[in-house]
């Protein structure tokens, strides 16, 4: 047996037998996350924990200046930047900005993949964003909401983690980067689902690890799942056979409202303020 194989048999039996090592969570993260879901925490809490983590917090003051927020007046404080996000969005900005602390690997070619799929997650995650920020302008009764696709497009392809850990075990496997994009296509969903479900995050964010690249995966009703594809299709991360033809069944459903979006002005400026946000 070669050892691609061999290591796929491996990730396969551990996925199968729930044994495959999960990536934690960052503290930071996991501290918001449990500060938000107290009901009687205030701004100025949330923001002590924040504080915590000086990069944090000056991502948090970036968003709250950000120009996808509309603000002329610029916040120069983290208490100022979490007034201004809100309670009800901190909870999942603030674990967005904290994944990038994951991508990180102390292997020189490891570290290589894993910068450039994080590079890969940001672009997608800004399209993604974009695109159901234009929708539910449209939509207002949606329930959808750009909050949850902003920490949802950053965790679409969290399976990746494990894979790359068990592959850097085999330093020959990286010789075959096709053999690695094989293995991710593979098992990344399974191993994103069980990721999201050891975190405690809702159904929404098992539904886009487990099915954003599985075609077969069909929702009915417009979710978080459509919008993270088309931004994955229109930047080829995604491959289809007709790009064109997939993107017009998303016309046809109503949550694309043409072809011509991706190229109109106000979009593309829009996209370039939500990417400008994760630099």
């Keep these: 047996m070669s050892t691609e194989n061999a290591l796929l048999t491996i990730l396969v039996e551990k996925i199968n037998n729930d044994t495959l090592v999960l990536p934690t969570l960052p503290e930071v993260a996991i501290k918001v996350r449990e500060a938000a879901d107290n009901p009687d925490v205030n701004l100025m809490e949330m923001s002590d924990v924040i504080t915590h983590d000086p990069a944090l917090s000056a991502r948090m003051i970036k968003v709250a200046n950000s120009a996808f927020l ?4 610029k916040v120069s404080t983290l208490n100022q930047a979490v007034t201004r996000i809100g ?6 900005i603030a674990t967005a900005m904290a994944m990038e602390q994951l991508f990180v690997s102390k292997n020189p070619v490891v570290k290589e993949y894993l910068s450039k799929s994080w590079q890969v997650t940001l672009d997608v995650a800004a399209h993604a964003i974009a695109l159901l920020h234009t929708y539910v302008k449209e939509n207002k009764h949606s329930p959808l909401n750009v909050d949850t696709i902003t920490l949802a497009s950053l965790v679409y392809n969290i399976g990746i983690l494990p894979i790359l ?3 850097e075990r085999h330093q020959e496997v990286f010789a075959n980067p096709a053999f690695l994009g094989q293995a991710i296509q593979k098992l990344g969903g399974k191993v994103g689902g069980q990721i999201m479900r050891a975190w405690g995050f809702t159904e929404d964010f098992v539904e886009v690890a487990e099915s954003w690249s599985n075609a077969g995966y069909k929702p009915e009703n417009p979710c978080y799942v ?3 594809r088309m931004a994955a299709i229109s930047q080829d991360v995604l491959k289809v056979a007709d790009k064109q033809v997939v993107l017009a069944g998303y016309v046809e459903k109503g949550v694309l409202s043409s072809l011509e979006l ?3 002005e106000d979009y593309v400026a829009l996209h370039a303020d939500i990417r400008a946000m994760f630099a």
């Design 262 to 264: 991706f190229d109109n």
């Design 226 to 228: 459509d919008f993270i």
């Design 70 to 73: 509309g603000r002329a007046v």
């Design 87 to 92: 309670l009800r969005q901190i909870k999942n």
């Design 165 to 167: 850990t068990e592959a």
